[in-house]
């Protein structure tokens, strides 16, 4: 469904700008009178060459709407482009969502300086006052600046991609989008959290190979390791078959983990991908309590044992 409005939308842009093309073209289509229609032409053909001299203030403000209008369209039909190109996922999602914050602020500045020169500034002198402007703001946004370097930084150097699950401090989430100047990151609760580029230091990348699932089982000190450790051997094997999806590997014993107050803690451990990694867990418990159970292994609990001092008056 969303692929089909994308695509109504497509078609729908290009035609709008087929239309506005052809209005800039010849503006004998618009029902208008024949002088006005005589200085649009004469003012489309000044201001598409960037010269100052206009004729009608009407004129100018037709061509200053379709002009901006064209601006505007051309940009929606490059950023549906880079949507569906983005569409694969990873590092072609992560580009194609720069290109297009980029090409935002690209298509402002164009409509500005358009715009500007339609309505009959030197553009030369726009595009030199644009630039002083930028100078001065560059002094006091250093902070912006570095932004949007480490920005590029990141995406040149392949740090993360869209996609991928980061811990940055304390916050682990998935990368949904990578701008210009922030990151936005999304955790398991739906909380989105916005960085500036400038501020991701010290990060984990966790999507870049796989994970590992943990889990502690503890057994009786009365149980014969060497039986259970060849049980083990015989039916880790077997859990893979029960979840192909979850499982990248057969789930392993590592061996006695600790001597405790109340059993021995045996660790167990499985591949999994980084965004299963708390159910490959959980699963991985389950299956082996009821491995366990199934065998008649015992899994002790802490207990409390009172004694009563006797009564010497008796």
Known sequence: ?????ANGKTY??????????????NPDWL????????????????????QRDAHTTVAQLLTLVLAVLLVWLIYQILKIILQALGKRGGRAQTVTNLISGLL????????????LSILGVNATAVLAGVGI???????????????????????????????????????????RNIGVRTTVIEDAGGNLKVVNNSDIRNFQNRSRNNSVAL?????????DLRKLEALLQEKLPGLKKDHPDLYLTAPRYL?????????????????????????????????????????????????????MAEDSSK
């Open 1 to 5: 469904m969303k692929k089909r409005n």
């Open 12 to 25: 729908i842009s290009i035609v709008i700008v087929a239309i506005v093309a052809i209005i800039l073209a």
């Open 31 to 50: 029902p208008l009178s024949e002088d006005l229609k005589k200085a649009l032409k004469a003012t489309e053909r000044s201001n598409l060459l960037f």
């Open 104 to 115: 935002k602020y690209i298509a402002v500045i164009v409509a500005i300086v358009w715009g």
């Open 133 to 175: 402007v930028g100078l001065i703001l560059g002094f006091g946004a250093q902070s912006l600046i570095e932004d949007i370097i480490t920005g590029a930084f990141i995406i040149f150097e392949n740090q993360y991609s869209v996609g991928d699950i980061i811990i940055l401090d304390d916050f682990r989430g998935t990368v």
């Open 215 to 223: 889990a502690l089982v503890a057994v009786d000190y009365s149980t």
């Open 255 to 307: 061996g006695v983990d600790e001597l405790a107050d109340s059993g021995v803690n045996l660790k167990f451990a499985v591949d999994v991908t980084e965004s299963n990694v708390f159910a490959g867990q959980r699963m991985l418990a389950r299956d082996l309590k009821i491995l366990f159970d199934d065998n008649g292994i015992s899994i002790p609990f802490p207990q409390v044992v009172l004694h």
